[in-house]
Structure formats: C-alpha cells, structure tokens
C-alpha cells in the first residue's frame, strides 16, 4: 500500500501562483508514476499532469501546459506541481495519485486538497 498525502491548497486571485506537494509513504519503491488530477464542482475528474518516477517524463493536460509544472522528488518520496498564471477554470478540488509498477494503474489516491481561484 502506499498513502499519499497533498498540501497547499488555498484561495488565490487570478494570475497568482500556488505550489501543491504530494508526500508518499509505504511501499514507495513499487511507484511507477505520479500524477495530479483535479475535480470542478459538478463535473468528472480530468488528468492534469503525471510524472515517470524512473528516467522523470513528464505529461500535461493541455489546458494546462505553459502554465503548471509536476516535479518529483524519489529521494524524499514528494511530487510537486507548481501552478503559475491560474485562471478562475483552475478551481477545483485536486488529487495526487499514484500507479504502481505492477499495475501501471492508479491504484493509489491522496485525500484532495481545495484550489480555489477568484476573478
């Protein structure tokens, strides 16, 4: 089992920036990828950013490219995603998940954290 943990979350005018972290506990040495995901009200869960936890290949959602960017770091077992230029559409509830070599699925989920950007 690995559990996983976000911080960072908060209220912030459009155009400001954010930083999210993701810590990883338990058996962190079966991880293959880590992602963020995000959730609006009323609406599905959409895929915003992942990254290869061996060789660090990175994956964006265009909506966000540009303007968000996933870092990792294997020694302290912490993914990060930076959120500059946030828009009012960036709101939402985001998740950090992780798959496991095994699967290569996310099997794995962090409890969510609040982003919350007002016009």
């Known amino acids: 089992q690995v559990r996983l943990v976000e911080s960072g979350g908060g209220l912030v005018q459009a155009g400001g920036s954010l930083r999210l972290s993701c810590a990883a506990s338990g058996r962190t040495g079966t991880i293959y990828r880590m992602a963020w995901f995000r959730q609006a009200p009323g609406q599905e869960r959409e895929f915003v950013a992942a990254l290869t936890w061996s060789g660090g290949s990175t994956t964006y959602a265009d909506s966000v490219k540009g303007r968000l960017t996933i870092s990792g770091d294997t020694a302290k077992n912490t993914v990060s995603l930076q959120m500059n230029s946030l828009k009012p559409e960036d709101t939402a509830v985001y998740y950090c998940?992780?798959?496991?070599?095994?699967?290569?699925?996310?099997?794995?989920w962090g409890q969510g954290t609040q982003v919350t950007v007002s016009s």
């Open positions: 998940a992780a798959a496991a070599v095994s699967s290569r699925v996310y099997d794995y």
